[in-house]
């Protein structure tokens, strides 16, 4: 038969293990948050290390687009620029013709009017 010292010192025995092993959970999970805090930093430097070249990429991109719609700009004015020109001188052009056009009839309503008037003037005498 176990005496009641025997049972008091087994259970200051197995509680004296249970601190132990508590003390070793501790430290464990001590441990593994240091271990998940270390891998957590490593993941946010490598994020940081594929981020980068993102962005940089995204800037590149970004400046491209920006530089062909400036050109694409620029070509649309110069094309508009050139097309009013042309329209312009096609306009001179026609403008001139008229201009030539008109003073040839009036040449010829001249010629027309002077001859009739020699005609009458002759018929008079």
């Known amino acids: 038969m176990v005496t009641q010292a025997q049972q008091e010192i087994t ?4 509680m ?3 601190d132990s092993i508590r ?11 240091a271990n998940l805090r270390a891998e957590n930093k ?4 490598e994020l940081d290390q594929v981020k980068q070249p993102l962005i940089n990429e995204t800037s590149r991109i970004t400046a491209d ?11 649309v004015t110069n094309m508009f620029t050139d097309q009013e020109k042309k329209l312009m001188e ?3 052009g026609r403008t001139t013709k008229d201009i030539q056009t008109k003073r040839v009839v009036s040449e010829t ?4 009017d002077t001859g009739i008037a020699s005609l009458k003037t002759l018929m008079d005498s």
């Open 11 to 14: 259970v200051q025995q197995l």
């Open 16 to 18: 004296a293990h249970l």
């Open 23 to 33: 003390k070793e959970m501790v430290i464990l999970e001590k441990s593994e948050f």
């Open 42 to 45: 490593n993941m946010k430097i």
């Open 65 to 75: 687009n920006k530089l062909d719609t400036n050109l694409e700009r620029s070509r």
């Open 90 to 92: 096609a306009t001179t």
């Open 109 to 112: 309503s001249n010629k027309t």
